[in-house]
């Protein structure tokens, strides 16, 4: 005689959570994880795609985008000075929107390049992006160099 014993279901259970599984579908460009923390930062198997949006950034990341940004900055604000010296801004579309003052050519540059770093920080695991990244990181410490060549010029 087969004898089969059953364990007793438990009154305290707790019910599912999951509601929606995420790992059915890819991580999106955009989500509510996006802005107000999320759990993913890299790709959880060696053998899945590695070109992947994710919802957590490294500090890394993070260092270079502010980098970028304080380079901005301090571009904008050699342009302003040597402006002030007698300099010409070479860049026409620059040279219309300086027409309307410093304060919208700061507002232009930051706003431009804060979205462009966030792109950039979007795409992260894009070889592209990480490319345009050090692309843009290189340029302006380049940029940062010409600029303290021309002070140093200017000034002494």
Request: charged share 15%; hydrophobic share 50%.
């Amino acid at each position: 005689m087969l004898v089969t014993h059953t364990a007793p279901a438990l009154a305290c259970a707790a019910p599912e959570r999951r509601t929606i599984d995420r790992r059915r579908r890819p991580t999106a460009m955009f989500s509510r994880y996006t802005f107000f923390g999320g759990r993913r930062q890299h790709v959880r198997r060696l053998d899945d795609e590695q070109e992947v949006f994710v919802d957590r950034y490294g500090s890394g990341l993070l260092l270079a985008v502010l980098g970028v940004v304080l380079l901005n900055l301090a571009d904008a604000y050699f342009t302003l000075l040597f402006l002030a010296h007698g300099g010409q801004e070479l860049n026409p579309l620059v040279d219309r929107v300086l027409a309307y003052g410093p304060h919208v050519f700061i507002l232009f540059k930051t706003l431009g390049i804060g979205v462009c770093a966030g792109f950039l920080t979007l795409t992260k695991n894009f070889r592209a992006a990480r490319i345009g990244l050090w692309i843009v990181l290189i340029g302006y410490s380049l940029l940062l160099c010409w600029h303290l060549l021309l002070l140093a010029t200017l000034f002494f």
